[in-house]
């Protein structure tokens, strides 16, 4: 056994997996992702690293020099130091049999190392509902893609060890931009995830800090807690070359993804939706609508971002509220709008957002809080880049009337 100072397996708090998608543009800046999990590890010996990480850099962590061609790095960090590492072929990340075999592997380790928690930090480019996991040839994993990826490991691992079969993915921590949305915050919790640590917004590499693995670890038992230390240690994170500093969200949240939160979720926004379409019929109906949807700025709020998709993602709460708020409309669709707000409301355990998010200045996020829904403002915005890629292709958009909607305010 190799002469490591790591706590007992049965006092082991965090089994954190860091699934990097490293075969992209990301590769360098993200590999900082590792140097902190190895610094987190050696300040505290109840975490361990589940790493799987394709990149073109050599290991180390610590110094980015290329090696030149691409492969996958498997390994754990515990006590500060590596352990189990073995060197293969690239993987191709945004293959969602890969992830699912990367999710099982990471709860094997669970088990052995005693873990109380599992979470999956992924990590590389997101798009929201659009999905996340992009490679060097442009291709990503869909997010109904990922969610069942993670159930699928879950469920290997249950297969293979069914002594262990209560064990699941407790969080998952989507270290990409906009992926905190109710698309895939209902899709994890289907998939048995508990908890969506995300940004709403844009998110520059490196990101959330590996270090969030140790806020989760200390206050596993009280998420009210958890999420706001996550939240407040993301937010805060700094980083910068030359003289520059930056912090790597423009709002992140920290979202319960309970079953029962999201059936009430999910019932309130149909609801809300069913009865605005059917008083659209009414002209005026539709043009109150459709006037408070344009009032919500929808997200990538940053200069040059004209024609990317997500502007069509705009913060649940925000656009409800405003529907709540226009005495033009009928007092039920106010009342059902309030319900929705209220709903989603009662998922988001921590956020904060940036008043001055430093790479886009001049960009209000000021109600960038919570997760976002899909409402399109003219045609273009409802699925600009299907088939390739579907920010609608999802059950909760379908199961919610999302579809419906869109005809309206687009």
Known sequence: MDNLTVAPAQHRALEFGIYRDGDNNLDAVQETALGQALQTSAAD????????????????????????????????????????????????????????????????????SGAKQTWIDLVDHGGGDGGGLQTSDGHVMSMPGIAKAIAE?????????????????DGVVANQCLMSTLGFADALSHAGVKYLAASPETMVAPGAPSSIAHTIAADEGHPGTMARQVVGAVMSQ?????????????AFDVLDLDAAKLARVERSVKALNDTVVHAAQNPDVRDAVREDAKKVDGMVRFPGSKGLPWQAD???MAFYDTLAGDTRLDPQIRARARDASQSVGNMVLAHKESS??????????????????????????????????????????????????????A
């Open 45 to 112: 010996h109840h975490i361990e690293f589940t790493i799987q990480d394709t990149t073109a850099l050599r290991l180390g962590h610590g110094d980015t020099v290329s090696s030149g061609p691409l492969h996958t790095n498997e390994y754990t960090i515990a006590g500060g130091r590596l352990r189990n590492v073995r060197t293969e072929a690239p993987h191709e990340m945004s293959d969602a049999s890969n992830l699912a075999k990367f999710v099982a592997h990471t709860l094997d380790n669970a088990q052995r």
């Open 238 to 250: 700094r980083y910068g070359v030359d003289g520059q500093s930056w912090g790597p969200a423009a």
């Open 356 to 409: 001055a998010f430093g790479p886009f200045g001049g960009a209000d996020y000021a109600d960038a809080a919570g997760p976002t829904v899909h409402v399109p403002t003219s045609p273009k915005e409802i699925d600009p880049w299907a088939p390739a890629v579907s920010e609608t292709n999802n059950a909760f958009y379908h199961r919610t009337d999302e579809d419906a909607l869109a005809r309206i305010t």
């Open 314 to 316: 705009r913060p649940a």
């Open 153 to 169: 490991g879950v469920a290997l691992h249950a297969k293979e060890h069914p002594e262990d079969a209560a064990r699941g993915v």
